[in-house]
């Protein structure tokens, strides 16, 4: 059955210039069906197959009990097949490993080893959540892949329209859309994994229409492999401890840091110590390795002049000998910002 995810893709990847053949292929469907979806005719569709009888059906409760009573130990397929044979069982070993794939845990695997994305391709997008005197902060995180370049919002919540109106502004901030974006399994994000078989997630119908109509694909990370996304993950502990840690210190112990402040400031962070930094992976700054992002990344106007400006407030807030002792609402009106000449 297509999905309506893989409909969108279709129109994606045909808009990033890949040829039906091509599409067809990356996704494993007709050309025909492709090129149904491209016309904008509905494909057609199948209903749910039958479950076919196999020759391991008689022998299936034998192998989940001899795994139940091995527990740790990961008995071999192979084993289990002689086992089984020795019963009676005339089907293949194929047949067994697919079974067993399903019903065991899978094999503990070996570290994800770094990979490098080519200019262009991926933006990793992440939430990372900050606690202080009872209160919750989340920052929405975006890092490009090749560049390092990265975006960070503040918000007070992770529904839908803040991590829309976050990735616009983060499109903005980086002059451009990436032909890919790679998500956390944030609920806003994925409805519901694997609902049309492994490998096949629903997604929330307002990233399918902003993938769509800004042409990017959209990736997930595997559950529970936060190394899948390691570039956006290893921004977060630096933006803990070289931003918010320091920041949250000049503050009285019961004085929560907001949204509105923590913005502010992290505009300035970005672009005065994150984006120009020297990266320890790519040994160059991420705002030097920006422009080759740019030259291949997707077009992305309305919002990349009201960024590029906010991106220039400059803060002038002197450091105080003291820590803060007021509420922030009280050192709001001490704030004047000012437009530094571009």
Request: glycine share 6%; with cysteine.
């Amino acid at each position: 059955m297509l999905t309506q995810e893989n409909q969108v893709e279709i129109r994606v990847l045909a808009r990033q210039g890949l040829k039906i053949r091509a599409i067809a292929r990356q996704l494993g469907v007709s050309r025909n069906t492709v090129r149904r979806v491209l016309r904008g005719q509905a494909p057609r569709s199948y209903g749910p197959r039958r479950p076919r009888p196999t020759k391991l059906d008689a022998y299936k409760a034998y192998v989940c009990v001899r795994m139940q009573a091995a527990g740790s130990v990961r008995i071999p397929a192979p084993v289990l097949l002689r086992e089984i044979r020795e019963q009676g069982y005339e089907g293949s070993l194929t047949q067994l490993k697919a079974y067993l794939a399903a019903v065991r845990p899978a094999k503990k695997e070996d570290p994800v080893i770094r990979f490098e994305t080519e200019p262009g391709q991926q933006m990793q997008v992440d939430f990372v959540v900050f606690k202080r005197c009872g209160e919750r902060l989340s920052a929405f995180v975006a890092t490009l892949g090749y560049s390092r370049m990265s975006f960070v919002r503040f918000v007070r919540d992770e529904t839908w329209p803040t991590v829309k109106a976050c990735l616009e502004a983060a499109f903005g901030y980086v002059g451009g859309v990436p032909r890919e974006l790679l998500f956390d399994n944030m609920k806003t994000v994925v409805l519901e994994r694997n609902a049309y078989g492994r490998g096949r997630h629903r997604l929330h119908p307002g990233l399918l229409a902003l993938s769509r109509d800004l042409g990017f694909a959209v990736r997930l990370c595997r559950p529970y492999r936060a190394k899948t996304k390691g570039k956006v993950e290893r921004f977060n502990r630096y933006l803990r401890g070289s931003f918010y840690n320091p920041l949250v210190t000049r503050l009285q112990a019961d004085v929560a840091l907001d949204a509105e402040t923590a913005n502010v400031e992290v505009l300035k962070w970005l672009r005065d110590i994150a984006n120009v930094r020297e990266h320890k992976s790519t040994l160059e700054r991420p705002v030097d390795r920006l422009e080759a992002d740019q030259q291949t990344m997707l077009p992305y106007e309305p919002a990349m002049a009201p960024i590029e400006a906010a991106a220039r407030l400059r803060l002038r807030l002197p450091l105080p000998v003291e820590s803060l002792q007021h509420p922030l609402s009280v050192y709001g009106e001490l704030l004047k910002v000012s437009q530094v000449p571009a």
